[in-house]
């Protein structure tokens, strides 16, 4: 895979401009010395590196480059980062390694032996080839076989840190979430980079580079054991006991010491209020008051004055009790207790909302959210919301900008009751789900997603085990929604690299449920249509089980007979002779089973009755007399054994006809109807509907089962290569994001049904409403549709982002009058 070249980036600015879209969860915290009292919300299970400079010592060599003068040495090594994030040109970062590689930092070996054993994973992610970036690594290993479980270049992924696919694709590689990994970052704009995609970030500064703007480590050091102390000394078998820190942001945003000063006795003033003998908050937040003395270590009376004021709620006296026996009590409370917060009045002073503004920025994550009650927490909104304000405007000494999650905002997401399987894909499709994710699904869900990255890449690394797995899961849990993916061709095989030539993911998990996938048209009223006379939606029922997509086929050599034996259980082989090649030639022999077609014709009449339209079921029975004419004859016994009743109870109808008539009819047809089609006849046809009625995207998929125990859908369309192209070398692209919403909207719609939640099937019913409108009321649309419209002018449309904007302003307003 070649390199996204130079005009991926076209300025330094440029690359923290394009993370903007993308969401990092690590609160900033910068210079804390004491990384034990440091603690992070989720078990960490793995450490990555950055190869230069968080493991290579890259500075002595500019430093001898300027005759051993550190201060000239900084100053070119600075500016070559600049110059080389800015353009990409990464070609001297190669020699940069090369000369880089005997000279690890002193402290490099030991800490990942340390490391190690512990039982963390370990891997590095690099911009540089991978023949140099092993070499690299093996003077980093230690003397004692300690190896990375993984490591990533950009050669490989196919782009340069910090674009967040570099990261994602070590995660991958060593099958952790971005919120079970910490990053060890050597640069600033690694830290904006792995903070991005859900990394917690900690920087190894060695010399003391400036911070970027929008990075915000948790931990900055100029060593890496130091950077990765509490790693080192408190962890065992593997799992992080800390848990995130509550340090604002604003104490290391260069405010001063007077707002936390403020804030440490606004606490303490809380404990001591009391109203008829308890206390208005009972809380206890050890993290929040060990870093203020940390910080404010020097200042002995601050100690003594928060030790006298917490002495009555602590039942310590402050003449009996040094400073570390105080830190030893708050360690020892419990991490936080809140209580009695719908007793707080409106006329709580501002101070006292800052506080529990404080914690709901850092707790809204956690479970403490999640139990304090809806009706109390929603008293709240209005306080937090003038805190915010006030805190902007009059609490700092310089204007600030705060972005706080309460816990009221959190406490009001609608409640997903169980999993919901989540199916990752490949190229502009994957950019885009995770968009989807960020601006819709996480910030008004509470959901548990059951992730599985069935990205290429990832399904070679597994021998495709990953794709089973996915289809296991969604039939354990139910549910799944699934991200456009490529089936490989030979040109793919040699692109990525592959093992072999993979079978489609949507070809195995369909034939592992043995569904029937249901391809609806969304319909947009002013998206003309192609197929004019078409005024009503037609869906087309795929059989999803065997025919071409379980075939086996062989090029024939030469001359000879082609012969099918079939083996009877406990019977004798019957030969059934196919062909005799007088020459080169190809032969395929495919199958299905009564059982596979049996449930097929239930899904479609059920689907029929369902949406109220009429049925048609259409085969090549003329030709395959046999093996058509085995679904033809399944079908009409189960319809009038079965559903015919009900049908014409409702007015409806079900008929067979051959394809070719079907086809014809379709195109002169107003619509309104289903067709039950075999496997290939489905995927052709549901393509051409479709595109039919206005666009490729503008179509919904889904997979059921015939007694509704799994279900899946996703996007009808594929992986958009031509559009990822373009994304790479850095222009601006027009994807349809609106199937993928839509695959993320119906496996929404089925979970809330299954689990009797009406609230998560209206929002998801908003969703899919705020898209057509958006369309449909604000002429805001992605490319295809425009063009759709005649419409070629730029002014015309917009980018995929934009329109996701769009789309997110349309659902808050619908939300806030619905009141969901």
């Known amino acids: 895979m070649r390199y996204a070249g130079t005009r991926m980036f076209k300025s330094f600015g440029n690359i923290y401009s394009s993370l903007r879209f993308y969401r990092g969860i690590a609160p900033p915290f910068h210079g804390c010395r004491d990384i034990q009292s440091l603690k992070l919300t989720i078990p960490i299970q793995a450490v990555i590196f950055d190869l230069l400079t968080a493991l290579l010592d890259s500075w002595s060599l500019w430093d001898k480059a300027t005759n051993n003068d550190p201060e000239q040495g900084y100053k070119w090594r600075r500016r070559y980062l600049e110059l080389t994030f800015g353009c990409g040109a990464y070609q001297p970062y190669e020699d940069l390694v090369r000369a880089s590689a005997k000279d690890p930092w002193p402290e490099v070996k030991d800490t990942l032996g340390r490391l190690k054993v512990k039982g963390y994973a370990l891997g590095v992610v690099s911009n540089c080839s991978i023949e140099l970036g092993r070499r690299a690594l093996q003077r980093c290993e230690t ?16 782009f340069y840190k910090p674009h967040p696919d570099t990261y994602r694709a070590i995660l991958s590689a060593l099958d952790v979430k971005p919120h079970e990994a910490i990053f060890v970052a050597g640069s600033s704009g690694d830290v904006v980079g792995a903070a991005a995609v859900g990394m917690q970030v900690v920087w190894h500064n060695r010399i003391g580079l400036p911070a970027l703007p929008g990075s915000a480590p948790l931990v900055e050091a100029r060593s890496l054991d130091v950077v990765l102390e509490g790693f080192l000394g408190v962890i065992r078998g593997g799992k992080s006991q800390l848990r995130r820190c509550l340090w604002p942001t604003w104490v290391s945003s260069g405010f001063g010491e007077k ?34 003395l940390h910080y404010f270590h020097s200042a002995l009376h601050s100690i003594s004055w928060l030790q006298s004021s ?64 809806r009706p109390a927490v929603t008293t709240l909104r209005p306080a937090l919301a003038t805190c915010a304000a006030q805190l902007n405007s009059s609490v700092f000494s310089t204007p600030a900008q705060i972005h706080i999650r309460t816990m009221a905002s959190q406490a009001s997401k609608i409640q997903v009751k169980n999993p919901v399987v989540e199916l990752d894909g490949d190229e502009m499709t994957r950019i885009i789900w995770q968009d989807i994710k960020d601006k819709f699904i996480f910030p008004y869900l509470d959901i548990d997603l059951k992730y599985y990255d069935l990205g290429l890449e990832y399904r070679d690394q597994t021998d495709d085990q990953v794709t089973v797995d996915a289809a296991e899961a969604i039939k354990k849990y139910g549910v799944g929604v699934k991200c456009a993916t490529i089936t490989p061709d030979e040109a793919r095989v040699k692109e990525f690299n592959l093992k072999k030539m993979w079978l489609s993911p949507n070809g195995t998990i369909r034939n592992i449920l043995n569904g029937t996938v249901f391809r609806e048209p969304i319909v947009i009223d002013n998206i003309p249509r192609l197929v004019p006379g078409w005024k009503q939606p037609i869906i087309i029922g795929r059989h999803a089980f065997g025919d071409q997509y379980r075939a086996k086929d062989q090029i024939i050599p030469g001359e000879g007979t082609l012969e099918v034996i079939f083996t009877p259980k406990g019977g ?113 046809q549901s393509d051409i509907v479709a595109q039919g009625f206005g666009s490729l995207g503008l179509m919904t998929s889904t997979l059921a089962t015939p007694d509704g125990t799994a279900f899946e859908s996703e996007a009808a369309h594929g992986t958009v290569t031509r559009h990822y192209r373009e994304h790479q070398k850095g222009r601006e692209t027009s994807t349809n994001p609106i199937a993928s919403i839509f695959a993320w909207t119906r496996g929404l719609i089925q979970r809330g049904k299954l689990d009797g939640t009406p609230e998560v099937v209206k929002f998801a019913e908003a969703l899919e409403q705020a898209c057509v409108d958006t369309v449909k009321e604000d002429e805001i649309m992605t490319k295809d549709l425009a ?9 015309a449309w917009v980018t995929t982002r934009e329109y996701l904007e769009a789309v997110e302003k349309r659902l808050k307003k619908s939300l806030q009058q619905a009141k969901l």
């Open 572 to 684: 004798e082989p019957e030969r059934i002779k196919v062909y005799d090649f007088a020459g080169p030639g190809v032969a395929q022999t495919q199958y299905n089973t009564d059982e596979s077609i049996i449930g097929f014709a239930h899904s479609s009449f059920k689907m029929a009755l369902l949406k109220e339209m009429p049925l048609y079921m259409s085969t090549k029975n003329t030709i395959l007399k046999k093996y058509d004419g085995r679904f033809k004859d399944i079908f009409q016994e189960i319809y009038e054994k079965d559903y015919k009743k009900d049908f014409e109870a409702k007015g409806l109808w079900y008929e067979h006809r051959l394809i070719d008539d079907m086809v014809a009819q379709m195109i002169k047809s107003e619509g309104g109807f289903v067709i039950a089609m075999k496997n290939y006849d489905g995927d052709v």
């Open 259 to 292: 707002f936390p000063m403020r804030a440490a006795r606004s606490i303490v003033q809380c404990f001591a209020q009391k109203t008829s003998g308890r206390p208005v908050w009972e809380v206890v937040v050890y993290e929040y008051v060990t870093n203020l």
């Open 310 to 373: 917490t002495a009555a709620y602590l039942t310590v006296s402050a003449r009996q009790t040094s400073q570390s026996q105080l830190l030893m009590q708050l360690r020892n409370t419990s991490t936080l207790a809140l209580r009695g917060v719908s007793s707080i009045s409106a006329s709580s002073s501002c101070a006292r909302r800052s506080i529990l503004s404080s914690f709901a920025s850092h707790y809204s994550t956690t479970s403490v959210s999640r139990s304090i009650a």
């Open 787 to 795: 063009l759709a419209r005649g419409r070629k002018d730029r002014e």
């Open 143 to 158: 003397a004692d076989s300690t190896t990375f479980d993984a490591f990533v270049t950009a050669e490989e992924v196919g």
